[in-house]
């Protein structure tokens, strides 16, 4: 089997405090908002899995669960911010949502309903051509700061927005223009990155 060696990292906890303070606290106490090391940030992942030795060959397919890195880049820092779970739905509609079935075997394929909620993605740091950035205090408060002004802001003026935005991208597109989002936009388009177990792999053997 290969395995992968990772380059693990665990935010200060004085930043972790800034961001808490920045972001509030959710029902249960913790940070509404944490840096995480993308190689430290791991979720589970259900599905076959292709083991192979050092020399790339197949040693055996299983199905289960794994834990794998959660985001890409796996090397820079990503800002997280907490869900509640109704976010995810009822129990039921997870799994009735998120069961697969390999060689007749059920399993959920993002792992166990998150009864607690959930960390997910909604910034990258790096920069505008995706070089890595130093984990800073202050630009980690700026960041959760400017998302809870954004959400705060009333639904027309979110709509408002999300059209400038449409037009400024079309105007972009058409003109063929060199930078398309600026340094400050979220890794992709601001959703969260969820890696498969065959997606893991291919990045995995390159």
């Given at each position: 089997m290969i395995r992968i060696?990772?380059?693990?990292?665990?935010?200060?906890?004085?930043?972790?405090?800034?961001?808490?303070?920045?972001?509030?606290?959710?029902?249960?106490?913790?940070?509404?908002?944490?840096?995480?090391?993308?190689?430290?940030?791991?979720?589970?992942?259900?599905?076959?899995?292709?083991?192979?030795?050092?020399?790339?060959?197949?040693?055996?397919?299983?199905?289960?669960?794994?834990?794998?890195?959660?985001?890409?880049?796996?090397?820079?820092?990503?800002?997280?911010?907490?869900?509640?779970?109704?976010t995810y739905g009822s129990p039921q509609q997870w799994y009735a949502q998120t069961i697969e079935r390999e060689d007749g075997i059920s399993i959920p394929a993002l792992g166990p309903y998150p009864q607690r909620g959930e960390y997910e993605h909604c910034f990258t740091l790096q920069g505008p051509r995706s070089e890595f950035i130093p984990l800073s205090p202050s630009a980690c408060e700026a960041i959760v700061r400017a998302i809870?002004?954004?959400?705060?802001?009333?639904?027309?003026?979110?709509?408002?927005?999300?059209?400038?935005?449409?037009?400024?991208?079309?105007?972009?597109?058409e003109s063929h223009a060199d930078a398309v989002f600026s340094d400050a936009s979220p890794a992709f388009h601001g959703a969260p990155f969820v890696v498969t177990a065959s997606r893991l792999q291919e990045f995995s053997a390159v």
């Amino acid at each position: 089997m290969i395995r992968i060696l990772r380059e693990t990292h665990v935010a200060p906890a004085s930043l972790q405090l800034r961001l808490a303070r920045a972001g509030g606290l959710n029902r249960y106490g913790e940070p509404n908002f944490r840096a995480v090391w993308g190689w430290s940030r791991l979720t589970w992942i259900g599905g076959k899995w292709t083991d192979t030795d050092a020399h790339g060959n197949v040693t055996r397919e299983i199905i289960e669960l794994r834990e794998v890195p959660k985001y890409f880049p796996f090397d820079r820092w990503h800002i997280e911010r907490w869900l509640p779970p109704e976010t995810y739905g009822s129990p039921q509609q997870w799994y009735a949502q998120t069961i697969e079935r390999e060689d007749g075997i059920s399993i959920p394929a993002l792992g166990p309903y998150p009864q607690r909620g959930e960390y997910e993605h909604c910034f990258t740091l790096q920069g505008p051509r995706s070089e890595f950035i130093p984990l800073s205090p202050s630009a980690c408060e700026a960041i959760v700061r400017a998302i809870e002004f954004a959400r705060s802001e009333p639904a027309q003026m979110h709509r408002a927005a999300l059209a400038r935005r449409q037009l400024q991208r079309d105007h972009d597109w058409e003109s063929h223009a060199d930078a398309v989002f600026s340094d400050a936009s979220p890794a992709f388009h601001g959703a969260p990155f969820v890696v498969t177990a065959s997606r893991l792999q291919e990045f995995s053997a390159v």
